[in-house]
């Protein structure tokens, strides 16, 4: 068990409509990162956070946006949702958000639009 | 061109085999090097870690990053059925005051009795 709780396990949902996912990070953990895997792209980063502030950002589109919260929660918000966006999503946390501190995963979303 | 090349495989070896598992990459920026395992419906967990070039040993794993040829292997001895999982080669490179982490495709590996 890594100690990152992601929720729900499963979401389904119609095209158009808008979801939030949800992440725990591990114990003393400050960072946050969001990652998109679907079958054919692998893992593709989507955004990070460091204490509450947006650190760096990735492949995430602008129907989607996120946000850490003061007791360093974060969650995932994917609007106007499209075909293509069932993927399983994945959080991490890792201590520091530095280059040289590994990251440790939650076992994911898995969003299907149907 | 994709920042981090690794075959998907499948790649099937019987139990007792030794199991090798590479990515290249052509970011010269990379800096760390990471070895996740990935089990069916489960999230990546870290497997092996390591810093700039040479070997790193873990029981029955040894990572190898070779940063002149910009390739990182895994090896996996005496390999067992409960290896059978999605192997991922991960690095991370500095961007302004952030760390970015790049992920292989990975490869499907499958142990049998």
């Known amino acids: 068990d890594s100690g990152v709780t992601q929720t729900p396990k499963h979401l389904i949902t119609a095209t158009g409509q808008r979801v939030t996912l949800r992440c725990s990070p591990r114990?003393?953990?400050?960072?946050v990162y969001w990652y998109q895997q679907s079958l054919d792209q692998g893992l593709q980063f989507l955004i990070q956070y460091y204490n509450g502030e947006e650190r760096a950002k990735g492949n995430i589109l602008e129907r989607f946006s996120a946000q850490q919260f003061p007791d360093l929660h974060s969650e995932l918000n994917l609007s106007s949702l499209e075909l293509g966006d069932s993927a399983l999503y994945f959080c991490?946390?890792?201590?520091?958000?530095?280059?040289?501190?590994?990251?440790?995963f939650g076992n994911g979303t898995r969003l299907t639009v149907t | 061109q994709k920042e981090v090349e690794q075959d998907p495989g499948p790649l099937s070896v019987p139990e007792g085999a030794i199991v090798s598992l590479n990515c290249t990459y052509s970011n010269s920026a990379f800096q760390y090097f990471m070895w996740y395992r990935q089990y069916s419906r489960k999230g990546p967990e870290l497997l092996m870690y390591?810093?700039?070039?040479g070997n790193k040993e873990d029981g029955r794993f040894t990572a190898q990053v070779d940063k002149s040829s910009k390739y990182i292997s895994l090896f996996i001895r005496d390999s067992q059925p409960s290896d059978s999982a999605t192997y991922l080669c991960a690095m991370s490179a500095r961007t302004g005051t952030a760390s970015k982490l790049t992920f292989g495709t990975g490869t499907r590996l499958q142990v049998t009795l």
């Open positions: 114990s003393g953990d400050l960072s």
């Open positions: 390591t810093y700039s070039s």
């Open positions: 991490a946390s890792s201590v520091d958000g530095q280059i040289g501190s590994p990251l440790h």
